[in-house]
């Protein structure tokens, strides 16, 4: 499959460089709107996890989500005993949970978890109450924008934000949103986020079981712990 610009003849065979070739060829566009969407028809959600579910054979909602909700009982056990700074941190976002609804669970498990395993959630979870406030955002590789008047668990407006711009809007809520950001570094072969490497491998190896390699102490650790 050939990927075309939509401004210029140039045509490529992966995705990734056409991102590239966007990124590096329509500057203006990275500095002052959105990226414009890899797909001649607009990049959505569902192709998202159809090319997910192409490259690696699994559901990508279905599976990450199905993995949050088994090991949201135990992690939560975990934020509860968790002591110092961290369990400071952990106390507060169990203080937001206001229902056991699904999602309000899973958001809660997505923030917490890299507080667990050492990460820094704040370079990734950009949160603002206006977006077109780029400045917050301009310097994040690989990223979540929550859109709200006070900072919630669950905000109500959430956009992936990629190389510094905002490259989907208007997602349903957090997991949803962390679900296809997690398909667009598959489909877009993106490193992970520095900031939250070990959340995303934790993820990867571990609650999805798509890599054989040997886990890093602290996953393996958490695993253990979760698995008591």
Not at 20 to 34: F, Q
Not at 75 to 97: E, I, P
Not at 194 to 214: A, D, P, W, Y
Request: aromatic share 10%.
């Amino acid at each position: 499959m050939l990927w075309k610009c939509k401004y210029c003849p140039f045509i490529c065979e992966k995705r990734a460089q056409l991102f590239k070739h966007y990124r590096l060829k329509h500057g203006s566009y990275a500095r002052t709107e959105p990226f414009p969407c890899l797909h001649q028809e607009c990049l959505c959600t569902s192709q998202v996890c159809y090319e997910f579910t192409r490259v690696v054979g699994k559901n990508l909602k279905e599976n990450v989500f199905e993995a949050l909700d088994r090991f949201s009982p135990n992690l939560m056990d975990l934020f509860r005993k968790k002591t110092g700074l961290s369990g400071q941190l952990l106390t507060d976002l169990l203080r937001q949970t206001k229902t056991t609804e699904p999602t309000d669970i899973r958001c809660l498990c997505l923030r917490g978890l890299p507080v667990v395993l050492g990460d820094d959630p704040s370079a990734f979870f950009k949160t603002c109450s206006d977006a077109t406030d780029k400045d917050l955002y301009s310097e994040t590789s690989v990223g979540i924008l929550c859109i709200d008047e006070h900072p919630q668990l669950n905000p109500s407006r959430v956009s992936i934000i990629l190389e510094g711009s905002v490259v989907m809007e208007e997602l349903a809520n957090l997991p949803q949103a962390f679900c296809v950001l997690f398909g667009l570094i598959y489909a877009l072969h993106l490193d992970y986020p520095k900031c939250m490497k070990s959340t995303f491998h934790f993820i990867q190896q571990v609650r999805l079981n798509l890599s054989r390699g040997e886990l890093k102490p602290k996953i393996q650790s958490l695993k253990n712990q979760l698995s008591v």
